[in-house]
């Protein structure tokens, strides 16, 4: 039975001396501890388990989150009161420590922002139907990610973090959704089409003028809205109702005009004029967000100049790939692409076919998707796009993506450019830690020293050992007798049926036979520790243990992958790839586990999420994630080595596990039965003592695991 | 119509099935037909192979044998096995064989899901062999002059272990097929469904919106199949929205998120 009686001050106290360390930190608990002892047994319960909590990460929040707390028991509900300490957290996570004791401190407002979090549509979660939403309507690819307002810049939606002028959750989720076709529809239906800072240039106020052009635009789009997609034409409308927006009486008749079918946005520019000169001001409408003719114009004329040399690239390669199946007469002449109109789908977007020399041809996607955004982009595509670039004419840097070097990203200030980012289990705080790893994957150097002949060499009657048990394993195919159902009569257990039938006894039924073709569907990712501790014997044994590994399983046909991991501190966590899924077990992938060296230290979280992700992406009926490794989770200066480290990677296997991975763990590590179990249960993992018996044993390890 | 059985062999269509040409499919098939070559439909899920076949089958008077390929489809399933009877083992003839016997038209439909030793059982018949091996009969038998063979198969699937091999596809006639265009798609939702023109056309928007987001979280989009499955519910009375959700978006996606978009732009469009 559990104690519900309160808890004494002088017992809170305590606790509270030990979690803020107050022998250290002199901070003074006695006026928090009684005021939490007026408390119910409840409620000291959820207090006093959060300033817990709070305290493993930073004992200051913890401190002034203690200050404040009980007083607001009475008057707001805990669901916020966790949220309020939850983000502060996140807060001390993303800025430090003085952003994130503001947060506590500044507590009226985050009740005031309450609203936005029970009502408001949160980006990240409505982010990936929005992106969706966006793809499946027309025209041009547009990303979307989060800013400080809505607007385009013509490639990019940006929505802030919350949309939350509505009441209801559902509202607030429709607003998004309207601004974003808003949005959109700024760019298939030409907003952009015009050359606007000039023109608004000539306007005294060019500000309002572009206040007044938004609101025209914004009259005609709707309109375009309404033709296209007229469900979500009349919720907009419903939101606008609710809202009380009107539009001016002096409006009217620009919504009428601008509602023509054919209305362009040089229609409002017409209009304009007029309407800056009138003196009301220009409705509000509460999905039109903002318009930024600069942002606009820079990402356009980025764009419009990579297009053309991307397209007349891109034809370029696909007259070589024509070429190969035309007939050799016409190989030397230059081929003429040519666009003809089609009858259109769309309405404002003539829809055109590519042809080459005349007869039509089916471009691949990303051709067809450059036709479209350089036609909304200038209206047309006008005819010099369409010569195929002769051979070096452009510079390849010019519109090549290419990732950047991991090391030169390491060292520049936005180190997280381009690296995955995972979460991290924080067993104090009992929360994730988001965006907490960044992860790179690197490439293993590779060594060409023939390190592989020599382990072959060295472990010769193994090899054989190895090629015959596994061979052993391969997919055999059985005869199974006595079936209901199968290909061939089975004469035995038909004679046999016919003599009991004879003798009065009941038939059997199963009377055929069937080849049973069982196939192994094995997919295995192996996590090497490539930490500074693996340094000398253990390196080898590891990669003399890969070789064979590799050999045995090349026998055997299993799918099978090699990283290695590595980090330093959570900003730099590295997977090495020594062998990916869909690489063959070449002389490069020999002459990379040749080359495997020790690196830092073992921090397993993000790389057993990582990896989990690799192996999700392959399609097998089993799954197994084996680690290699010579002790428990470490990092630099930093409390991994504790069991912060230890509670992660069991969080991280778990998540693997959810998702259908088996995972298992291969250690030298004598003490490891002291954590292990606790990692990978209690028969998921072997400890070997001797490093030279590894090599023996891995493959061994995996025949059992797998039959 | 009241259910009835009859043998494989006898299925021949009586009613002219509704198909719209599309290029010139119909002249090639009746081509390759008179030639005893074997046909190749190739193209997504649910765009007409099979309304073809059946179409084509009705117009050459021939029955129409079809065989939907899976991968536990062995040889036996389709030239035939010995069965007990009695206590005596009599052969009975699987669908390939009785096409052949009876100069029908085979339709193996999703060949590529068959398992490899299985396919190889058609290569015989698709050459100017034009014949079956029977191993387990030991005899050898030769096509029925009307016989024909089509298998159908989609490119889309992007699986390097549902792939045709060489030698199996390079011994057939392939005629490509794809959604139809927008225009025709509309008639054909209109025409099978009995829904207005103007709900047909929405529902091809909507279809085209989804092929939109192939690639991107949606392994096809929706098929014309689909668009009269749901153009059939509008018709008896269904909201468009919970249509296009049921006959649609619960077909092509499981994936919470992407259900969740499909909704946004059906509700949008209607």
């Known amino acids: 039975m559990t104690d519900t009686s309160a808890l004494t001050a002088e017992i809170i106290e305590q606790l509270l001396e030990e979690w803020l360390e107050v022998e250290f930190t002199f901070l ?29 990460t930073h004992i200051q929040i913890a401190y002034q989150f203690a200050l404040r707390a009980p007083d607001l028991l009475t008057h707001m509900e805990r669901r916020l009161i966790e949220a309020w300490a939850l983000h502060a957290m996140d807060t001390y996570d993303r800025a430090g420590i003085s952003p994130a004791v503001r947060v506590i401190k500044d507590v009226i407002n985050f009740t005031r922002l309450s609203h936005e979090r029970t009502a408001g549509v949160v980006f990240e979660d409505v982010g990936g139907v929005m ?48 601004m974003v076709a808003m949005m959109w529809a700024q760019t298939r239906f030409g907003s952009f089409r015009t050359q606007l800072p000039e023109l608004l240039n000539a306007y005294e106020d060019a500000a309002r003028a572009l206040k007044h052009f938004q609101a025209l635009e914004t009259l005609r789009l709707q309109a375009c ?138 471009p691949p996607e990303e051709v067809r998707q450059l036709l479209t955004s350089i036609q909304l982009d200038l209206g047309e595509i006008p005819p010099e796009y369409l010569f195929a670039a002769g051979p070096g004419e452009y510079d390849p840097r010019l519109y090549e993506e290419k990732p950047a070097d991991p090391d030169e990203v390491w060292q520049g200030t936005y180190h997280e450019e381009g690296a995955s980012l995972y979460p991290e289990w924080d067993y104090g705080r009992q929360h994730y830690r988001k965006n907490w790893c960044v992860m790179r994957e690197k490439d293993v150097l590779p060594v060409h020293d023939g390190f592989r002949e020599a382990t072959l060499e060295k472990y010769s009657g193994l090899v054989k050992h190895l090629r015959k048990t596994f061979e052993a394993m391969r997919d055999e195919n059985r005869l199974l007798k006595r079936q209901a159902y199968g290909d061939n009569v089975d004469i035995d257990a038909l004679v046999e049926a016919l003599a009991d039938a004879r003798d009065g006894s009941e038939m059997s039924e199963r009377l055929f036979m069937r080849m049973h073709r069982s196939e192994r569907n094995i997919a295995v990712m192996f996590m090497v520790d490539m930490s500074g501790s693996t340094r000398g014997w253990i390196n080898d044994a590891e990669r003399e243990s890969l070789i064979l590994l590799s050999e045995a399983l090349e026998t055997l046909g299993d799918r099978y992958a090699i990283y290695g991991f590595s980090g330093t501190t959570r900003k730099r966590c590295e997977l090495f790839r020594i062998k990916r899924f869909d690489e063959p077990y070449n002389e490069e992938v020999r002459a990379r586990i040749s ?105 061994d390890i995996y025949r059992r695991l797998t039959t | 119509m009241e259910a009835h059985s009859l043998a494989p062999e006898e299925h021949f269509i009586r009613e002219e099935p509704y198909y719209e040409l599309i290029g010139q499919e119909i002249a090639i098939f009746e081509a390759a037909y008179q030639n005893k070559l074997p046909v190749l439909l190739k193209g997504p899920t649910g765009c007409g192979k099979t309304r073809f076949m059946e179409y084509m089958a009705w117009r050459l008077k021939r029955p129409l044998i079809t065989v939907s390929c899976h991968d536990d489809l062995t040889a ?89 091999k060489q030698s199996t596809r390079q011994r057939f006639v392939a005629l490509e097929f794809d959604y139809p265009a927008a225009e025709l798609e509309r008639k054909i939702v209109a025409s099978e469904s009995g829904v207005a023109l103007d709900v047909a056309e929405k529902l091809v928007k909507f279809a085209q919106m989804t092929r939109n987001l192939k690639g ?45 978009a499909v909704h946004e732009l059906s509700s949008s469009l209607f």
């Open chain 1, 28 to 56: 003074h608990v006695e006026e928090i501890a009684s005021s939490i002892a007026a408390l119910r047994r409840d409620e000291q319960d959820c207090l006093l388990n959060w300033i817990r909590r709070i305290a493993t």
């Open chain 1, 131 to 178: 992106l969706n939403f966006v793809h499946g309507l027309s025209g041009r690819r547009l990303k979307l990610e989060q800013g400080e307002a809505v607007f385009t810049d013509s490639e990019t939606l940006f929505l802030p973090a919350v949309i939350a002028r509505m009441p209801s959750v559902a509202d607030n989720f429709v607003l998004c959704k309207a």
């Open chain 1, 225 to 362: 809205i309404a033709r296209e997609l007229p469900g979500l034409y009349r919720e907009m409308q419903r939101l606008r109702a609710e809202l009380h927006e009107t539009l001016p009486a002096s409006w009217q008749h620009f919504a009428q005009e601008l509602a023509q079918a054919d209305a362009t946005a040089d229609d409002s520019l017409r209009l304009l004029a007029r309407a800056y000169a009138d003196p009301a001001a220009p409705p509000d409408i509460c999905f039109q967000g903002e318009l930024r003719p600069d942002a606009v114009a820079k990402c356009m004329a980025a764009r419009v100049a990579k297009e053309k040399i991307l397209l007349r690239v891109k034809l370029a390669q696909l007259e070589q790939e024509l070429k190969k199946h035309r007939p050799d007469e016409t190989k030397d002449r230059p081929a003429q692409f040519g666009l003809t109109e089609k009858p259109a789908t769309e309405p404002g977007l003539t829809a055109l076919e590519l042809t080459l020399d005349g007869a039509p041809i089916a």
């Open chain 1, 595 to 699: 080359g495997i060296r020790p690196q830092e230290y073992t921090r397993m979280g993000f790389a057993i999420r990582h990896l989990t992700s690799v192996l999700n992406e392959v399609e097998a009926r089993t799954k197994l994630l084996i680690t290699l490794s010579d002790g428990k989770p470490d990092d630099y200066h930093d409390n991994y080595r504790t069991q912060y480290g230890i509670e992660d990677t069991r969080k991280a296997l778990q998540e693997a596990q959810r998702s259908g991975i088996h995972p298992f763990c291969i250690t030298l590590d004598e003490k490891a039965r002291d954590y292990l179990p606790h990692l990978y249960g209690a028969v998921n993992y072997t400890v070997i003592d001797e490093v030279n018996k590894l090599p023996f044993k891995v493959a």
């Open chain 2, 76 to 164: 036996s399933d389709l030239v035939g096995r010995f069965l007990v009877k009695g206590g005596e083992t009599i052969w009975v003839d699987g669908p390939l064989a009785r096409a052949v016997r009876a100069g029908g038209i085979c339709y193996l439909d999703e060949i590529v899901e068959a398992r490899k030793d299985t396919m190889v059982v058609i290569h015989p018949l698709a050459d100017d062999r034009r014949a079956l091996p029977m191993e387990k009969l030991g005899t050898l038998l030769e096509a029925n002059d009307d016989f024909c063979l089509a298998i159908s198969y989609n490119p889309g699937y992007q699986s390097v272990l549902k792939d045709l």
């Open chain 2, 216 to 260: 991107s979280g949606l392994e096809e989009g929706a098929s014309t199949r689909l668009l009269v499955h749901a153009a059939k519910l509008i018709a008896s009375g269904i909201e468009p929205v919970v249509a296009c959700q049921s006959a649609i978006a619960q077909a092509i996606t499981d994936d919470a998120e992407m259900l969740a």
